[in-house]
DNA sequence: CTCGGAGCCTGTCTGC
DNA sequence: TGCAGACAGGCTCCGA
């Protein structure tokens, strides 16, 4: 489910309710999450509420002298979902993770597949990812260009990989070549300057675009107030093997990459 | 470095 | 109706 505009979306609806609320108690349900050790949160009030690439991250103030401050990067990985309600106890408890009650209101971890993870961090640059954000300042054309040079992978696997760009995965990497006209059985690192550049805008329209639709709700996704995004409504190829391409009207199809599926028009994309 | 495959989990859908 | 198999938006690990 989630890719950059769905965490973005997610941390953005839940910035308002969280940002400044105090910690009653932290539960986890789930002995999966209770792989990562987790920390007294008692008392601790949230400072920041944002997005490191594709994780949601939590910002708690120092509990006390001594006691520092944390940080809570969430992984929504597959089916994660993070829900805000006035009253936690009128949710359905189904695949119910975690929970964090609050001064006011509840903050809850759902996870059907329980991919999702939890991660603690002292400070907020440990939980940062490896690569850049695409939609920030960093990602220019000599960053981009830096990025792909020499790389012989397909340009969708490329793209899906976060040591490099951070926050894309399957659906808007394949938005996003379509959006680029490239190919995506291009050689990463054989695309020219005029391609280059047409993938940096491809990357900022598409992700943009899906941030101001709320992101894209196939089945699983929904933002903290459990309301599913609409920009499902706006992929040109995702999902859409053996429909006419929206450009030409080429038949759109399927290919399997890395396992994964991969939606293209053969007629305009090289 | 890259690739393919298996694996982590659960639910849904398709076809026989 | 029942059941097996394929598939799903994430990522990691292994061996070649």
Redesign the pocket.
Known sequence: ???LP?VETVALSLRPRLTGRTVRTLRVYDP?LRRSTFPRLGGRRIVHVGRS??RVLIGFSARSAGDGPLWLAV?L??TGRLIWAADGNRDSRA?LRARIRLDRGTLSFFD????GTFEWYREADAAGPAGIDPLSPGLGEDALARLLRG????VK?WL?R?DRLVGL???YASEILYAAAVSPAREAGSLDRRERRRLLEAIRRVLRRAIGNN???????RNAHGESGSNQHYLRVYGREGQPCPRCATTVLREV?????TYYCPACQH
């Open positions: 489910m989630p890719e769905e999966l690439g594709k992984h990985r597959m695949h059907t597949r329980r991919f790389s012989r992978q397909n696997a899906l976060q995965g399957n659906i992101g894209t709700t196939l089945s699983d996704f990459q890395q396992q994964r599926s």
